[in-house]
């Protein structure tokens, strides 16, 4: 063969390589936004608000809109679960988002209200500033909430512009109550923060948390998520994967989560399998990780 022929073979199985690799990122988003779909037709409530916030991350706004109309119309009285559709609504209909966004302000604002922790989470995560009303409310509920409530207000509190409310929500990472801890290392998470003192605390948190403890995915993911400690990561990325194949619904939902923000093709194929996993909440979150790893290795 000539010296060019042996260049044309090898730059036809370059490109065959690669139109490979495009096909199968191709069949993965497939598979994994197919999984989403029928989520949001098929599953129930909270699934289904997962499925949407995912769809809409990976720009599926106009069919999560029009099913979230018809959520809305069927659940918007119903005290929970209607602040999750309120907080798909104001995600999917740009125009309407200060209506719905007011709808949770009204939840939150309303002392006697048995959705108003589901609201303060809403406004967390919705990210957009308080009324004046309910900054109030907000003062009057941080002062007298139990250790597990006062971190989601603490949250608020940061995104106000306290300066030591996310010094408390770290602080909250050693707390006795397990509830309070996990929802402190979920906010850590999802934030993204890189605070030198918030990592330094989660290095040693997630060593403390105990098999079988609900707050243990959870305080492990945040850490791991946020490369609290380079030399612990392949433990903690070991404890995240098997509480992933193996955990109850609530902390493999959350595993996932955390293993999502450092998967690559590996990862993606070990929990492609879980697509069909009997949980809801379990193959959003596979189909999840498995956008994320095709969006960042096309």
Known sequence: MSKWGAVRLAVALLAGVAGARAGAAVSHEGEARAVLRAALSDEHRWVRVHAAEVLLEFGERASVAEAFVREEARHG????????????????????RAAWHGRVLAVFCDEAAADRLFAAETLAKLGDPLSVDARAALRRWAAKAPPAERVL??????????AGARGRLVEAL????????????????????????A?????????????????????VGAAY????????????????????????????YEALQALRSGAGRVELEQMRPMLEHAHGDIRV??????????????
Do not use: C
């Open 77 to 96: 009285g119903e005290a929970g679960y209607r602040v999750g559709v309120w907080r798909v609504l104001a995600q999917a209909r740009p125009a309407e």
């Open 199 to 219: 990592l330094a605390a989660l290095h040693p948190a997630a060593d403390r948390e105990v098999e079988g403890a609900a707050s243990r995915a959870f305080v």
């Open 153 to 162: 207000l603490n949250w608020l509190e940061w995104q106000g512009g306290d």
């Open 174 to 197: 050693g707390e006795a109550d397990a509830v309070a801890r996990l929802r402190a290392a979920f906010v850590l998470r999802f934030t993204g923060t890189k605070e030198p003192a």
């Open 285 to 298: 979150a596979a189909a999840w990780l498995m956008l994320a790893v095709v969006r960042r290795e096309p």
């Open 225 to 252: 998520a946020l490369g609290a400690s380079a030399e612990r990561m392949p433990v903690w990325r070991e404890i995240l994967e098997e509480t992933a194949r193996s955990g109850p619904p609530a902390e493999a």
